[in-house]
């Protein structure tokens, strides 16, 4: 049959392309039944006024989960550091000489933090400041999957954040990691809007909202480099020269704000130091630990639909899922070669990987008698389309997401009423007990009492809770092999036979992961006549099933 005697349908995507849905012949119409139709046609309108009702429930749902009990356990060390920042740029009296407002990072994030850290002591509204962006982020994810795919994605890949146990963790605390991927996902966002557009705007805009998450964490610059291989990979995308110019130049306009104000404060050289730190740090984890850790956090279950989604949508393949999987690989690749290793350091692949994993299960193959039946609800009708097929369809692809939802749901929730783990890692959220020690030494110790610790964590955690100067026993006195931030102690034997050092702190996180420092505090307590004036516990389940009380922060008073 030609062309001449056929007629097409079609239907036109956000980017304007045109999608061939079918052919129609014209010596054979073809009849559809009204009532399917106008039942199908019924459904979608539905849908389109439920989708505020669904974002309204899985924002709510977002936030109850990552506001529950989130003051059950104190900072850990970064949350301390970034919290007293914030409070020294305020000019709170209890942090300024303890916290320099220049560290390590750019200060976007404290600056919006510093308004609530204007006097006393504060964490909690810190940590809701971060769970807002939580929030926000997941909601930005629905953007970017219904910009992507369609609404049921969009609203699925929301879903899927909200729930994610790598993120609600990471967003439970006073960390850059969570508003950094607020601005990352809103960068890819506006790349989506370029490439369907091709408008200057959206590209200006993409390079400017990669700057604020520069701005918010400079290690996000690798994100650029996602950007730079979907390019490279994508030749259909037009990408003048001028319009690329601009773009890089929006973004290094954002973030010079970072080094400006470094210089007009004349701590150029602290942003000096810390980058010699860091590129001469030694490792902190083996090579296999990004592949123990994000996976099964971010959820197991999630990343297999997103991985197989790939493939049995594969004749589906554009350049969505390259942008998509360009993004996820390029912070993967660097990090999985980059020898400092941080569970909180992948974060930004989490909203790309939630929407992949949507898009496979909206998308979800069906059994071969089932295949030319479609769901109502998932943009493209069918001709006739039985009822009870509907139904079938609908129920299958909903269990499939529902069967990932509940595998999100149950970790994350176990996460946030963990609050006696006797283990620690970084990133993972608050140290038991350490918030508890610090106010005992700022209501039982005189001030100006010094503190030594077993490391700069707890170090800061005492600073911030306790409000007394503390050094960490094993920072180096090599410049290259510490934080610029840490004062070293090369004599504390010295400080301690002066009288210059008053207490002593013994902590269980910091001793797992360098004895030989713990087994050199632990000579000190003995030499300086150490007792023990204050000990936290947290309860931990013995072989036998009994709950039995682990010390987990020892505080000595030490005397020459």
């Not at 994610?164 to 006073?174: A, L």
């Not at 850059?176 to 408008?199: E, K």
């Not at 922060?553 to 020459?560: A, G, H, M, N, S």
């Amino acid at each position: 049959m030609s062309l001449t005697e056929s007629s097409m349908e079609v239907e036109h995507d956000r980017s304007g392309a045109t999608v061939v849905l079918h052919r129609v012949d014209q010596a054979t119409p073809m009849v559809r039944p009204s009532r399917p139709r106008a039942a199908a046609e019924q459904g979608a309108g539905r849908w389109a006024w439920a989708v505020p009702g669904a974002l309204i429930a899985v924002a709510a749902l977002a936030l109850s989960v990552r506001l529950w009990r989130l003051d059950a356990v104190g900072f850990n060390s970064d949350e301390a550091v970034y919290a007293g920042q914030a409070a020294s740029l305020a000019g709170n009296p209890n942090y300024s000489e303890l916290f320099p407002v220049f560290r390590a990072h750019p200060m976007l994030f404290q600056a919006v933090l510093s308004p609530f850290f204007r006097s006393g002591e504060v964490d909690v509204a810190g940590r809701v400041v971060v769970a807002v962006f939580g929030v926000a982020t997941v909601l930005a994810v629905y953007l970017l999957g219904a910009r992507l795919y369609s609404r049921p994605v969009g609203v699925v890949a929301a879903l899927f954040l909200a729930v994610m146990p790598y993120h609600v963790i990471v967003t439970r605390q006073v960390l850059l990691d969570g508003p950094m991927v607020l601005f990352a996902t809103l960068t890819l966002y506006c790349l989506v809007r370029f490439v369907q557009g091709q408008q200057l705007l959206w590209y200006v805009a993409a390079g400017g909202m990669l700057g604020a998450t520069m701005l918010t964490k400079e290690t996000s610059i690798v994100l650029a480099g996602g950007v730079y291989a979907f390019l490279a990979l994508t030749p259909t995308v037009k990408r003048p020269v001028r319009i690329s110019v601009l773009a890089l130049a929006a973004m290094a306009v954002v973030f010079a704000t970072h080094p400006i104000s470094q210089a007009l404060a004349g701590r150029s050289a602290t942003g000096r130091s810390y980058l010699v730190w860091q590129l001469f740090r030694r490792p902190n984890h083996s090579m296999s630990f990004y592949l123990e850790t994000v996976p099964g956090a971010m959820g197991l279950l999630l990343v297999a639909a997103a991985a197989c989604g790939l493939w049995w949508l594969r004749r589906q393949r554009s350049w969505r899922e390259t942008l998509l999987v360009s993004w996820v690989a390029a912070p993967v690749v660097f990090f999985q070669l980059w020898p400092v290793k941080g569970f909180q350091y992948l974060l930004p692949v989490a909203g790309p990987v939630a929407v992949l994993a949507a898009r496979a299960l909206v998308g979800l193959p069906l059994p071969a008698r089932l295949r030319r039946y479609r769901l109502p609800w998932a943009g493209r009708l069918e001709n006739a389309e039985p009822f009870h097929v509907a139904r079938s369809v609908r129920a299958l692809r909903i269990a499939a997401i529902a069967a990932v939802t509940l595998s999100l749901l149950v970790p994350s929730w176990k996460a946030v009423n963990q609050a006696d783990n006797a283990t620690f890692l970084a990133g993972s959220g608050g140290v038991p007990g350490g918030r508890e020690a610090g106010r005992w030494l700022a209501a039982n110790t005189p001030e100006g009492s010094v503190v030594l610790t077993l490391g700069p964590s707890m170090a800061n955690i005492m600073q911030y809770y306790g409000h007394r100067r503390s050094y960490g026993l094993s920072v180096s006195p090599n410049p290259l092999h510490r934080n610029p931030s840490y004062d070293p102690l090369p004599n504390p034997d010295w400080w301690l036979r002066h009288n210059d050092l008053q207490y002593v702190v013994w902590d269980s996180f910091s001793a797992q992961r360098s004895k030989f420092f713990a087994e050199r505090l632990m000579v000190l307590v003995r030499r300086y006549h150490g007792r023990v004036v204050h000990t936290e516990y947290v309860e931990r389940t013995s072989s036998s099933g009994t709950r039995v009380p682990v010390p987990v922060i020892i505080i000595y008073e030490v005397r020459p």
